[in-house]
């Protein structure tokens, strides 16, 4: 009778099991399918929930959401349009001079690729023996990709289709703040409930914003630093590798890495000797370790740190998913998440594995030397 019992408890908690992984296989599904539609949600939202200080701050000082919100709006379209007319010219002299940029690197590291010359050579002869064993009747079927020209065009659309969406979206989340909260307390069953219901929002609201902001204004000073020391060093360009280091270090440890390499492969090929040329990764590698290991921890301390495991798997889910934007959306939502668990008990195992706070030491087991023991009665010597 327990053998069956024990066969039916199996076959549901299979069934369960199954339907939670087709569940997950299908949101995975509608977020990749569905993307043109996800994408400018939760820039929108990320983008809002950096704002909503600002907007509190106006509430204080006197100032309608409405009024703030369309102010916030404007200033951000006008430091995108702003960006895009200051980068696309040194963007597009970038552009045309990879291929020269490839061929200088190429040569100045010559003396640094001459062990690795008896690989390529093996490599082209091995090359070159199945090109004559290719039978000289098969065809090859070239299949015409659309122009370069109209393939950017589409590209550019579809960019600024996605910015006026996501603008649009922030500007009527941070004017609606309020009405979301009333619609919480509408829910709500018992007073109770609502009180609870509304001091997580605030708490999560309060914790994702100050987290947004204030890493948004360290990377902002990041950038600005890296760009006038490259600039100081002599580096083409500096305002681009300034405005790219900036958005790099929203990508925890992947994003210096990526700075100091593309840095390092321009100063190679801008400068005379590597000696020159090693000075300039050498410096991003100074601000974003000053960055990432005193300033950062300061201004934010460990209520904010993540699993480092956990952000390098959310950086490649969500750039997987979404592309470049889900790259930068990442940390953000991570962060989004352990508010979630930090304030619902029954995520708290889930925020416990995505914290990054240390593990309090367990007391050591009997096998390593130590003896734990009940606590006796009053005055009993331990």
Known sequence: MSSDGDGFTGTTQLKSFSVKLMAAVAVCASLYFGRSLF?????????????????????????????????????????????????????????????????????????????????????????????????????????????????????????????????????????????????????????SDKKKALQVAYDIERDVSRYLLTVSAINAALGLGIGVALWLLGMP???????????????????????????????????????????????????????????????????????TVVILLSIAFWGFMWGAVGVFVAVPMLIMLRALCDRIEGLAALGEFVSGEPVVDEPASAAEGETLRAPGPPGTPC
């Open 237 to 307: 360009n500096p305002l681009l590798w300034g405005v790219l280091a900036g958005l790099l270090n929203f990508l925890p440890y992947i994003g210096a890495i990526l700075g100091i390499v593309a840095t390092g492969v321009m100063a190679i090929v801008s400068f005379h000797t590597l000696g020159e040329a090693a000075v300039v990764p050498a410096v991003y590698l100074v601000f974003t370790v000053l960055e990432g290991q005193f300033i950062t921890p300061w201004l934010l301390g460990k209520r904010f740190s993540l699993n």
């Open 39 to 191: 994408v400018p949600v939760a820039l929108a939202i990320v983008l809002a929930l950096t704002l909503f200080p600002l907007i509190r701050a106006g509430q204080r000082a006197g100032l309608p959401p409405v009024v703030s919100a369309l102010a916030l709006m404007l200033v951000v379209t006008a430091c995108l349009v702003l960006a895009s007319a200051s980068l696309s010219g040194p963007v597009s002299r970038l552009s045309a001079q990879l291929p020269s940029i490839g061929y200088q690197l190429k040569y100045k590291l010559k003396s640094l690729r001459e062990p690795l010359d008896t690989i390529d050579k093996a490599g082209e002869q091995v090359e070159e023996m199945t090109k004559q064993n290719r039978d000289a009747g098969v065809q090859e079927v070239v299949i015409k990709q659309p122009g370069l020209v109209a393939r950017a065009a589409d590209d550019v659309i579809a960019m600024v289709a996605t910015v006026l969406l996501t603008l649009t979206l922030c500007f009527f989340l941070l004017v609606s703040r309020e009405l979301f909260y009333r619609k919480v307390l509408r829910v709500m069953p018992t007073l």
